[in-house]
């Protein structure tokens, strides 16, 4: 059974000593990973935040949740996400999705296409970063991409980098169980960008793993599970009761406060929730957001690597 990991997000800060004191107080409270998320919204822009983050932390792994495939080529973003292990100490986690907000396709004036294609691309461009990450010369003519002897300088320190990839549908769940390291799940998204509510529910996430085990066959006890929280708190935890709730009026609001992409109750209530779920599901790593910090550290320093 995997021990217990907690990443957090943090993307939105408006001065870099603000940035860069919350970083290296995720670290000091015992959060295993530091995600930066990847919108045109109001949020630091992903890879030089993750640089950032590095710079300034020892232990702290560093990654992406996660980059949105269809904003940049894969060639260039296995440079970039090279370098950054490289400056990190070996400390990357790489995310990719597919891309899901409507929004940042508008920004960009790039077409938001259905759910099959961004996939293909996602999936294409997963299989280029992959050998690129091992150090290969690549030369591949595609759908989507060609790339004429590609080669990363430098290259990663991790061999091989970790590879996240975070999704809901069966399809890309297929493709996480083939080619990823960890999956994040999260509810599948409809072609107009909006999260399923009826794909939120423990069943769903039942669903989800059922899949990937099945998908995975022999490597699934390679795979780490985890679960992108919407929302998170606890109570009776000393924090103010508004940064102890951080999101659950919307989740509560979207009927989903029963979801496993929330997590709200007392000290020893989430404790058992997790320790089940993992014993059941085999999750056992969870990404709590960014304003929740403080009020989830009292879970973390019970089960982190335990």
Do not use: C
């Not at 408006?14 to 107080?25: E, H, K, M």
């Not at 992959?130 to 690549?138: D, N």
């Not at 022999?218 to 599970?225: G, M, P, V």
């Not at 979801?259 to 085999?282: D, F, I, Q």
Request: hydrophobic fraction near 45%.
């Amino acid at each position: 059974m995997r021990p217990f990991r907690f990443g957090l997000t943090s993307s939105v800060a408006n001065r870099g000593d603000v940035y860069l004191d919350r970083v290296r107080r995720a670290e000091s409270l015992g959060y295993d990973v530091l995600l930066v998320t990847d919108h045109l919204t109001r949020q630091l822009s992903p890879i030089p935040a993750m640089a950032a983050a590095a710079a300034v932390t020892t232990r702290l792994r560093i990654g992406s949740y996660v980059f949105a495939n269809d904003f940049r080529h894969p060639l260039l973003l296995a440079r970039e996400a090279a370098t950054v292990d490289v400056l990190s100490g070996g400390r990357l986690e790489f995310g990719l999705g597919a891309g899901w907000r409507v929004s940042d396709y508008t920004q960009l004036g790039v077409p938001y296409d259905p759910p099959a294609k961004r996939i293909d691309r996602m999936e294409e461009a997963l299989d280029i970063i992959g050998h690129l990450f091992a150090a290969e010369t690549v030369s591949h003519q595609g759908g989507a991409y060609r790339i004429e002897k590609a080669r990363l300088s430098p290259t990663p320190v991790q061999q091989p980098i970790p590879i996240m990839l975070g999704g809901g549908g069966p399809r890309l769940l297929r493709i996480a169980a083939r080619a990823a390291d960890i999956i994040s799940f999260i509810p599948q998204f409809n072609a107009s960008g909006r999260p399923i509510v009826r794909q939120a529910t423990e069943s769903a996430l039942v669903e989800k793993v059922a899949t990937v085990r099945s998908a995975a066959a022999e490597r699934f006890d390679a795979i780490e599970l985890s679960v992108f929280l919407g929302a998170a708190g606890m109570v009776g935890g000393g924090t103010p009761p508004l940064a102890s709730l951080y999101g659950l009026g919307a989740a509560i609001g979207a009927g989903l406060v029963d979801s496993p992409y929330v997590l709200a109750g007392t000290r020893a209530k989430l404790r058992e929730v997790l320790e089940r779920r993992r014993e059941r599901l085999g999750i056992s790593y969870y990404v709590i957001p960014g304003p929740a910090m403080e009020a989830m550290a009292p879970l973390v320093e019970d089960l982190a690597g335990r």
